[in-house]
């Protein structure tokens, strides 16, 4: 599979403007399998209330921005996974849609908020789950999930091969935290950041670019820089993700020994 990350820095508010960049960057790269974009790139980041996020949300699937996007893929014949706010009845979510060869395939909704998040966007209430792209299983999580060493582990446990990681990163540490989430799950990740600054609400958030793929022994793959536009494409085996021993005798989730862990509470 080749994986192609676009990092950019959208504009906040311009969501045709945004769709459009990524539609005529996309195309000039057709080899591509799946494509990993940030979080939330077709609105920017930074919402002053929750009827600003309102307004501007869409449902997916059925609306403006994932028509184009089902329509994307399918010209490109390419899976794409991005960043979206997401409207769904009353609810506002942090979203990733996903979509395969001109199909929606479903939504992950961002289950940990990050800050100001809160104010604005509900958390999701479902399990981060699988997606079967290629016949590559790929798990979604986006930004702050990253610090969370179970959402990673919960979808290497269902079965994921490559972890897609949309994010709007400002903490510094993410990029090498990723390092081990592959290491401790043998797992592929793919970490779609933006760059810029946006200062909306006062509060001013610089985005630390450095886009990456890293291999299930940690290594970097490839890494972008912290603050231009730029494209990764980098291939893998997915199935060497589906092999957990380490040596001859451990395995990663055989060994695990989950009657003595502490469960929460």
């Known amino acids: 599979m080749k994986i192609g990350i676009y990092q950019f820095n959208p504009e906040w508010g311009q969501i045709e403007k945004n769709i459009n960049n990524i539609e005529s960057n996309l195309e000039k790269h057709r080899d591509v399998d799946l494509w990993v974009l940030p979080e939330l790139c ?3 980041y930074q919402f002053k209330s929750r009827q600003e ?5 869409e449902e997916f699937p059925g609306s403006h921005t994932s028509d184009k996007m089902q329509k994307l ?8 996974i991005l960043g979206v706010a997401e409207k769904s009845g009353s609810n506002l979510y942090n979203s990733a849609a996903v979509y395969g060869n001109g199909n929606f395939k479903g939504n ?10 809160k104010k604005c966007f509900d958390s999701g209430q479902q399990s981060p789950g699988i997606f079967d792209l290629l016949g590559v299983q790929v798990g979604v999580m986006i ?8 959402t990673a582990r919960s979808l290497a446990l269902q079965g994921a091969q490559l972890i897609a ?7 510094p540490y993410c990029q090498d935290a990723m390092v081990t989430r592959s290491i401790e799950n043998k797992v592929f990740t793919a970490t779609a950041n ?21 291999d299930i022994d940690g290594s970097r793959l490839g890494q972008l820089s912290q603050n231009k536009e730029q494209i990764l494409k980098v291939d893998i ?7 957990k021993s380490i040596n001859d005798n451990n395995d990663l989730f055989q060994d695990r020994r989950t009657n003595l862990y502490t469960l929460d509470k």
């Open 194 to 214: 933006r760059f810029g600054t946006e200062n909306r609400t006062g509060q001013k958030l610089t985005f630390t670019g450095k886009s990456q793929v890293t």
């Open 42 to 44: 077709t609105t920017g």
């Open 143 to 150: 930004c702050f999930d990253w610090i969370f060493p179970e």
């Open 165 to 171: 990681h949309p994010a709007n990163l400002v903490l």
């Open 237 to 243: 085996d997915p199935a060497r993700a589906s092999q």
């Open 53 to 57: 996020l309102k307004e501007r949300a």
């Open 108 to 117: 992950y909704r961002k289950i940990h908020l990050f800050d100001q998040e």
């Open 73 to 80: 893929s399918s010209r490109l014949n390419t899976a794409i």
